[in-house]
């Protein structure tokens, strides 16, 4: 086996970032998703297959965060593996750890609030049969609004995988300016996608109550659910963008 060098450490430390904290949200979000179809059952025992099914929709949903989480860990291991051709760059080391903190944060956020989506959604089928259908499709659309945020992260995690092809020809004053900054483009994209997936999941788990107890003003909760779900996504927008100009610098 190959001399092991900080960049190859980096990247096997990004890897169980991306995946440790991809697997929290995720989990969380699948198993809360099974809470909701356990209260709905107990409320209504007659709809148990159509609330099992909703269950298993949502969770399989909900576990595309840790997908893309597991994806960028591979990758990272891969690298882990390799002899770079700047084994001892600073910067390579970052942009490896940056990108499993990206990715894993992001995740972590989606995959939960994918869960809150999930559990309300399925309530409110077990409280209005009727609108089963209306509901299971806004669960969907929830979670995948919900999964926005953590889109950005995966662009950025792979930005910050893909972008060492100059960093071993940096003195070692830049290596560790360039350092920063990727490690910057991690935590900002990561942090700043944590809070909107959760935000903008819990509006819609809201959403799938209120169309249960007033399906008569379902416009008017879709048009409401739209653009709270927009502006809650609109600081990871701002967050992407900071995360871009920090690429380019």
């Known amino acids: 086996m190959a001399e ?20 929290i949200g995720s989990g969380w979000g699948i198993g809360y998703a099974g809470v909701g179809a356990a209260r709905g059952m107990a409320m209504q025992p007659s709809q148990t297959s159509p609330l099992f099914r909703s269950m298993l929709i949502s ?16 990758l990272l291991y891969g690298f882990g593996n390799e002899t770079l051709a700047a084994p001892d760059s600073l910067a390579q080391a970052a942009a490896f750890l940056a990108a499993g903190i990206s990715v894993g944060l992001g995740s972590l956020g989606s995959g939960a609030g994918n869960g809150l989506v999930a559990a309300d959604a399925v309530e409110s089928i077990a409280r ?41 020809n940096y003195t070692d004053s830049e290596q560790f300016l360039h350092a920063c900054r990727l490690l910057g483009m991690g935590i900002c994209m ?13 509006i ?9 107890r007033t399906p008569d003003i379902a416009q008017k909760l879709n048009n409401t659910y739209f653009v709270g779900a927009g502006v809650s996504q609109s600081t990871a927008i701002y967050a992407f963008v900071i995360s871009l100009i920090l690429s380019t610098i």
């Open 4 to 23: 092991l060098h900080v960049a190859n450490m980096a990247a096997y430390l990004g890897a169980a970032v991306a995946m440790g904290l991809g697997a």
């Open 59 to 74: 969770q399989a949903v909900a576990s595309n965060p840790s997908i893309f989480a597991l994806v960028i860990a591979f």
């Open 128 to 168: 209005t049969p009727r609108q089963s259908s209306k509901i299971t499709i806004m669960m969907v659309v929830g979670q995948a609004m919900g999964q926005t945020p953590v889109l950005f992260s995966l662009v950025v995690s792979f930005m910050l995988i893909y972008s060492g092809s100059e960093y071993g």
């Open 190 to 202: 990561g942090a700043g996608a944590l809070g909107p997936g959760l935000g903008s999941s819990y």
């Open 204 to 212: 819609g788990g809201k959403f799938c109550q209120g169309l249960a």
